[in-house]
């Protein structure tokens, strides 16, 4: 996908694509929990490294830290949840005219634990991101998050586990697949020690992974994404 600031020179006869440096991507976050993946997102732009600029935090969840997160770094917010709404389409319409409203360009998901309705997965096909604490198609799927994940990969045996940056569509973590990287598992791990190697990566690369997108520096075909200048960060 190439963002709109995106631009493509002839060179020599190649179409080279040319990383986005007019403008920063409009993003509305979307985070149910404590938020430290937003977190990680919100120094790295502060930093100058991640060239977004968040425009929203919605929440399901009126607790969350995360929402605190946003207001620390005066980050508009949003409490809403699907129970508020008579059925789905209300929601979604409700939810698609607020992105709208604030320009959306893309959503990022930082731990948000409901499912995003069919319309606005329609509505921003391959413009929402989502981290997933394994490395998909294993250890994923419904009732697959948080601490279920790492005890389902230990009880398993597998000597390796990771992150997986993907876009979202309409099948629990399945979209495309923009970014995956490993973390051992040790012989003596439980949950809770293989979560924090876990997050510890996710926070060293989800912001690598919403950069490239805001850069245009990834393309989807089909369930492939192709990085375009850069090799896999
Ligand atoms: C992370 O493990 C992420 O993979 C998953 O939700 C968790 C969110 O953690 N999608 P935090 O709220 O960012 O700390």
């Not at 009126?62 to 699907?82: C, Y």
């Not at 926070?203 to 492939?224: C, F, L, T």
């Not at 994404?225 to 090799?231: C, D, F, M, Q």
Request: net charge neutral.
């Amino acid at each position: 996908m190439l963002s709109d600031g995106a631009t493509q020179q002839l060179i020599g006869g190649l179409i080279m694509s040319q990383p986005n440096t007019k403008k920063t991507l409009r993003c509305t976050v979307f985070a149910s929990g404590g938020g430290s993946n937003f977190q990680t997102l919100i120094d790295k732009k502060t930093s100058g490294d991640l060239h977004v600029d968040f425009v929203l935090m919605i929440g399901n969840n009126s607790g969350a830290k995360a929402f605190e997160r946003a207001r620390t770094n005066n980050i508009p917010t949003l409490h809403t949840a699907p129970s508020h709404f008579a059925d789905e389409d209300l929601y979604a319409a409700y939810l698609i005219s607020i992105l709208k409203n604030v320009n959306t360009e893309l959503i990022v998901l930082a731990g948000y634990m409901k499912k995003l309705p069919s319309l606005i997965i329609n509505e921003y096909r391959n413009k929402i991101v989502n981290i997933h604490p394994a490395l998909l198609p294993a250890f994923g799927g419904k009732g697959m998050y948080g601490i279920n994940v790492h005890r389902a990969v230990i009880e398993y045996g597998a000597k390796v586990s990771g992150i997986t940056v993907h876009f979202v569509d309409e099948e629990y973590d399945h979209g495309p697949v923009i970014m995956q990287k490993t973390v051992p598992v040790l012989d003596d791990d439980d949950e809770s020690t293989l979560a924090s190697r876990v997050l510890e990566a996710e926070h060293e690369y989800y912001w690598k992974a919403v950069q490239a997108i805001a850069q245009g520096n990834v393309r989807v075909e089909g369930r492939k994404v192709i990085w375009l200048w850069t090799k896999h960060a």
